[in-house]
């Protein structure tokens, strides 16, 4: 990312200029209109770094912004409606069965990606507000019975004319979700007290348990793999509900290490003693140390449950002692246990990893190959990541409890190159007033229209700070490029991925209500081809919903004039300071319905 506030720039010696400032601008502008005639090709990448570090520090750009044609993209076919580039099942296929790797992200290459506005499905409509989303949704915006029919004794949802409910029902909690996160807070009491703020939930169902945990304050990712038929994720942002497409397969998810201040599993399927417990030391690398592992289902109260398993007490016994076992070599402990509930806490003392420097011990500790935090396309290892000996602050019990650590200065921020308390602060002001701004020029933002949000490019997560009072939420998104900000977005209390934009993002289309980006197109541009960005945005952002386009004079017009090409309403602002090297777009997408016919 590019975070322009207070960079310095480049001021030529005017003493040196010999060549007229005419014939200058002269060639700058021809060169303006040659790189827009490349920005557009599919074949050529349209700008270098170097370029783009004279486009953010040239005065004479500015007056000379990127020119491109106009341009009107064609719909997709409607078969189109639910499409997921990077985990399409058409692709499936191609890969691999085993550990379910052909559910991991697999991009189409550059001559697969489609150049088309994806269409919303016949009868959509605007979704359902919040708090109201949380129980119903219409049907025909995610028309999908699989999970209505097939666990209807489980009460996950059910069909009720032109919607589904959601009773917040579960494999293991048929009964309701509520009474299973009482019980579960009466064995975390950080769960009560603003300790625990941030969650991860692996195969998270229709995301109930995360729904029920936001009026509790805390925040949760719902995690589950693209299904043919269940549409997890879907449901879970259809209903406002903070979800992300992915699986624990043979890549780590997408996190940073030392992160998350729980971790949940509720008979989720996946394999945790399997595979050397891979699983499991991928749920220890994200969990901050002090945090929780909560697991239901098998082979939790064997003793009671077993028969409704297909299997056998001695069977399940044994799974439950090498689960144990694993675990406590991983330095888990046993926190707290009761019903179909088992709790376990990651060791807070660095000293039970000294056992893994043992020869012919497993799991080893991770060397240092692979940074911690290393997590957009980096394979799972077979070892430990031990958390460092020198953060104090990381570990659950050190960190100020929600919601004093959104505003404390996160200890990892002086990881960051140029990071620092006054950075941090900085950074912090400067959103209160942007996101001040912001609403002025979009009076929608912090009423019932917006509630799913994403920050494309974000650096500690201040655009979401400054909106935390307002009934919505941010997925923060840090650069696979850029400084590795995330763990302090983490740490302040706040939700994020990391993600390369010039790849389709982990989710289905029209799940945000409300895209932000600052900059993205100048820090990107010499990777990213403008089109297939912006066509990723289209499909991602619901009907009627918004996009606030921050960036360079440069760059801004071609923006709106492919926006435009989307069927995109935008109106260029000024920012908060007036200054003309940077504008604001202010875009609506419209709702339009299919004019092609299904091929199935």
Request: aromatic share 12%; glycine share 6%.
């Amino acid at each position: 990312m590019n975070h322009k506030d207070g960079k310095p720039t480049h001021q030529p010696d005017k003493s040196s200029v010999t060549v007229p400032m005419a014939i200058i601008v002269v060639v700058l502008c021809g060169l303006s209109f040659y790189l827009g005639g490349m920005f557009c090709s599919e074949k050529d990448r349209y700008v270098t770094k170097d370029i783009t570090k004279a486009i953010e520090t040239s005065k004479e750009m500015a007056a000379c912004p990127l020119q491109i044609e106009a341009v009107t993209f064609p719909e997709c076919s409607i078969d189109y409606q639910d499409y997921t580039p990077c985990t399409d099942p058409r692709r499936w296929k191609k890969y691999s069965t085993h550990r379910l790797t052909f559910l991991e992200r697999h991009c189409p290459p550059l001559f697969e990606k489609k150049v088309c506005l994806v269409p919303p499905p016949d009868g959509y409509k605007f979704p359902i507000r919040w708090p109201k989303s949380r129980d119903e949704c219409w049907y025909r915006n995610v028309p999908y019975d699989w999970i209505n029919k097939q666990k209807s004794n489980q009460h996950w949802l059910r069909k009720e004319g032109d919607k589904f409910l959601f009773p917040g029902g579960g494999t293991t909690f048929p009964n309701g979700v509520g009474p299973y996160v009482d019980l579960m807070q009466d064995l975390i009491s950080g769960m009560k007290d603003g300790t625990i703020r941030t969650a991860i939930d692996t195969g998270c169902g229709v995301a109930s348990w995360g729904g029920y945990l936001l009026d509790r304050g805390i925040l949760t990712v719902s995690l589950a793999p693209r299904d043919n038929h269940e549409a997890q994720v879907q449901f879970a942002l259809e209903r406002g509900i903070p979800a992300i497409l992915g699986i624990i397969s043979t890549q780590r998810l997408p996190f940073p290490s030392n992160s998350f201040d729980m971790a949940h599993c509720s008979r989720c399927l996946i394999p945790w003693t399997e595979f050397g417990g891979i699983y499991l030391l991928e749920i220890h690398r994200i969990l901050r140390p002090g945090g929780f592992w909560a697991l239901s289902g098998p082979p939790v109260n064997y003793k009671r449950r077993w028969r409704g398993w297909n299997t056998t007490i001695e069977e399940q016994k044994s799974n439950y002692e090498k689960l144990q076992d694993l675990l406590t070599s991983m330095c888990f402990k046993l926190y707290n246990q009761k019903g179909d509930i088992a709790v376990w806490q990651k060791l807070s003392d660095n000293s039970c990893y000294k056992k893994l420097e043992t020869p012919d011990i497993y799991p080893l500790k991770c060397d240092d190959g692979t940074e911690p935090d290393s997590a957009w396309y980096t394979p799972l290892r077979p070892c430990v990541v031990v958390p460092n000996p020198k953060l104090k602050r990381v570990a659950l019990e050190s960190l100020p409890k929600w919601p004093q650590r959104l505003h404390t200065t996160p200890e990892r921020v002086a990881d960051v190159r140029g990071g620092s308390a006054g950075a941090f602060k900085n950074d912090d002001s400067k959103w209160k007033l942007r996101v001040k701004h912001y609403k002025k020029l979009l009076p929608d933002i912090g009423t019932d229209k917006i509630r799913n949000v994403v920050d494309l490019n974000t650096m500690y997560g201040g655009f979401a700070a400054a909106l935390i009072d307002d009934p919505l939420w941010v997925m923060n998104v840090v650069s696979s490029y850029a400084a590795n900000t995330l763990a302090v977005v983490y740490d302040r209390g706040l939700i994020g991925a990391y993600h390369d934009w010039c790849e389709a993002f982990s989710t289905y289309p029209r799940t945000y209500d409300l895209l932000h980006l600052d900059g993205l197109f100048t820090a990107e541009s010499h990777r990213c081809e403008m089109k297939y960005v912006l066509l990723e945005m289209d499909r991602i952002l619901r009907p009627n919903g918004y996009a606030i386009i921050r960036e360079t004079s440069y760059f801004v017009d071609a923006v709106a004039t492919m926006a435009n090409g989307m069927r995109w309403g935008c109106r260029k602002e000024d920012t908060e300071n007036g200054v003309e090297k940077e504008k604001i777009l202010i875009c609506q997408k419209k709702l339009w319905y299919s004019s092609k016919q299904s091929s199935r």
